[in-house]
């Protein structure tokens, strides 16, 4: 059974690390404008 990080992973062409990390932000409060903004290195720079 794949998990959530992996799934969306596939969904959006991106690296597990950083979906891993995105997911991770968000659960502790922080913004996707903030992630966007401030997290680029944890992220890939991805976009929002």
């Known amino acids: 059974?794949?998990?959530i990080?992996?799934?969306l992973?596939?969904?959006f062409n991106?690296?597990?690390e950083y979906v891993k990390n995105v997911?991770?932000?968000i659960?502790?409060?922080n913004t996707?404008?903030?992630i966007a903004?401030?997290?680029k290195e944890m992220h890939g720079s991805m976009d929002d």
């Open 5 to 7: 990080v992996q799934i």
């Open 37 to 39: 903004r401030y997290r």
């Open 32 to 34: 996707v404008p903030f």
């Open 27 to 29: 659960d502790e409060g």
């Open 23 to 25: 997911v991770d932000l």
């Open 14 to 16: 991106q690296k597990e």
């Open 1 to 3: 059974m794949q998990t």
């Open 9 to 11: 992973s596939r969904e």
